[in-house]
């Protein structure tokens, strides 16, 4: 974990963030870095809003993202939006 800071513990930004990484791992073309933010919200009537990124850092990840995919989005973001 990198940051954790609780929604609405500061006055001038109430969303909550959450970032950590994992890696980095390998050398050369086999290193990975993958790093990962949410941001949390709440919302009227209970609701919570997470909004995340993720960044990939390394020559195996430059590869993935040249890849051609059947959707616009990549496989990853498909995999964890079904």
Known sequence: MTESVAPGSNATDKAGRLTW???PT??????LEVLHGWVLEDLDGGRVRILTQESQLGK???DLAQQKCVSTRSPRRNQKQS
């Open 21 to 23: 990484r994992a890696g």
């Open 60 to 62: 195996i990840a430059a």
């Open 26 to 31: 390998g050398e050369g073309d086999s290193f």
